[in-house]
């Protein structure tokens, strides 16, 4: 069975601060894929970033970036300077090898960043 | 640039009538996927397809039927509306996830059953 959490609901802050997200998994699977997506009030879900399980390399693009820990099964996102724009629902989903792109998204972490 | 497209953004559809949502993807990917999004439970997996004519249960599938007859397009249906079916509906399509292949979302179907 997968299971994704992130346990915040809802994170505010004021802009310039840095945000944390935090996201646990479990699987059994030693092959899987984990990923994040934005969601703005518009409703689309925006791509962020997709990890394999056997690449544990952290990864920094612009103001985003992710730690990947195998060892704690978590998957963290941080937003650094973060602007208003970051005001969105952030997801994290897991997917298994065999599972044909399925995906397991946590409850989602509700971002407000305030000017 | 990918582009998965619902058809209606919103919707409002009374108890007990056929509702169809439709999806189509712009990239030739052999997977699509239905998603039901609710507060505080994320997005649910209802459908998916792997190929033309296939489908294959999700998490929730009870009260909703799927359709694909071509590759591009991947349909929802539900039956019977009914109002606990008030949510937003979530099309995405992929590719097999080798290499860094990965999985786009269309704009969302907020669906009002009243």
């Known amino acids: 069975a997968q299971k994704v959490t992130q346990a915040q609901t809802e994170i505010s802050v004021v802009e310039k601060e840095d945000v944390t997200l935090d996201c646990v998994y479990e699987?059994?699977?030693?092959?899987?894929?984990l990923f994040w997506y934005k969601q703005p009030p518009s409703g689309e879900l925006v791509f962020l970033i997709r990890?394999?399980?056997?690449?544990?390399q952290n990864e920094i693009s612009g103001r985003y970036s992710w730690n990947f820990q195998k060892s704690t099964s978590s998957f963290n996102f941080t937003i650094t300077a973060s602007q208003v724009v970051d005001s969105a629902v952030y997801f994290c989903a897991l997917s298994e090898s065999d599972s044909w792109g399925k995906l397991q998204f946590g409850a989602g972490t509700q971002v407000v960043v305030t000017p | 640039d990918v582009k998965v497209t619902q058809s209606s953004r919103y919707l409002v559809k009374r108890t007990g009538e056929k509702v169809f949502l439709e999806c189509v993807q712009d990239m030739d990917h052999e997977n699509m996927f239905w998603y039901r999004q609710d507060p505080g439970l994320g997005l649910r997996l209802i459908y998916f397809?792997?190929?033309?004519?296939?489908?294959e249960k999700g998490d929730i599938p009870e009260g909703y039927s799927v359709s694909r007859e071509k590759k591009e397009r991947f349909s929802l249906i539900l039956e019977s509306a009914s109002t606990n079916q008030t949510s937003m509906y979530l099309c995405?399509?992929?590719?097999?996830?080798?290499?860094?292949?990965?999985?786009?979302f269309g704009e969302g179907s907020w669906l009002t059953v009243v």
């Open positions: 397809s792997y190929d033309v004519k296939m489908k």
């Open positions: 990890r394999n399980s056997f690449d544990e």
């Open positions: 995405a399509s992929s590719l097999p996830l080798l290499g860094k292949n990965t999985i786009y």
């Open positions: 699987t059994r699977d030693t092959t899987y894929y």
